[in-house]
Structure formats: structure tokens, C-alpha cells
């Protein structure tokens, strides 16, 4: 059974930038794909970003392309999302997710393994 804990989120002003960290705990992470959702209050959960387990493959949902980037270290069980040049529409509780394939995080479904949520807040 996978835990995962994230950590980082805060409040920016639009322009800046924040690194969130998600580190798992009881299972072998190197194996799970891996990926970011957010969630606005009164909305459903929306993927944002993903990386595969063996490769590095990684996806992005258009809203965030050229401004977010996905990146793990398996050695430290951690995945992290890079988030640059932050807008207020970036406001929203975000997500760690897990499954053993990376197509389910894409697809906006995601896999059984979830985060607490750490809240971004984008304002100025």
C-alpha cells in the first residue's frame, strides 16, 4: 500500500514560481507512474501533469504546457512539479497521484493511490 504526502504549496503572487514535492512511503514508487491533479472548490478533480515509471515519459494538460514541469527521483521516492510563471487560474488545491500506468493519470481518472492536497494560491 503506497502513501504519498505532499508538500509546497503556499501563497505567490502571479509571475512566480513554486516547486511541490510529493514523497511516497510503503511500496516500491520506482514501479507507479506518477502525476499532479488540482481541484478547485465545486469542481471535479482535473489532471495537470504526469510521468511515467521507466522512462521519464511525461504529459502535460494544455493549460500548464511550457510553465509546469514533472520530474521524480526514485532513489528518494519523490516526485515533483516545477510550477513557473504562476497565474491566478493556477489557484486550486493540488493533488499527488500514483498508478502503474501513466494513461490513467492522463486520462483525468487516476489511480488509487492519493495525496492529502497542499493548497497554491496565485494572488496578488
Known amino acids: 500500500q503506497v502513501q504519498l504526502l505532499e508538500s509546497g504549496g503556499g501563497l505567490v503572487q502571479p509571475g512566480q514560481s513554486l516547486k511541490l514535492s510529493c514523497t511516497a512511503s510503503?511500496?516500491?514508487?520506482?514501479?507507479?507512474?506518477a502525476g499532479w491533479f488540482r481541484q478547485d472548490p465545486g469542481e471535479e478533480r482535473k489532471f495537470v501533469a504526469g510521468?511515467?515509471?521507466?522512462?521519464?515519459?511525461?504529459e502535460y494538460a494544455d493549460s500548464v504546457k511550457g510553465r509546469f514541469a514533472i520530474s521524480r527521483d526514485n532513489e528518494k521516492n519523490t516526485v515533483f512539479l516545477q510550477m513557473n510563471s504562476l497565474k491566478p487560474d493556477d489557484t486550486a488545491v493540488y493533488y499527488c497521484?500514483?498508478?502503474?500506468?501513466?494513461?490513467?493519470?492522463?486520462?483525468?481518472?487516476?489511480?488509487?493511490?492519493w495525496g492529502q492536497g497542499t493548497q497554491v494560491t496565485v494572488s496578488s
Open positions: 510521468i511515467g515509471w521507466s522512462d521519464g515519459t511525461t
Open positions: 510503503g511500496g516500491t514508487f520506482g514501479r507507479y507512474a
Open positions: 497521484n500514483a498508478d502503474f500506468q501513466l494513461r490513467t493519470i492522463v486520462a483525468g481518472i487516476g489511480g488509487p493511490y
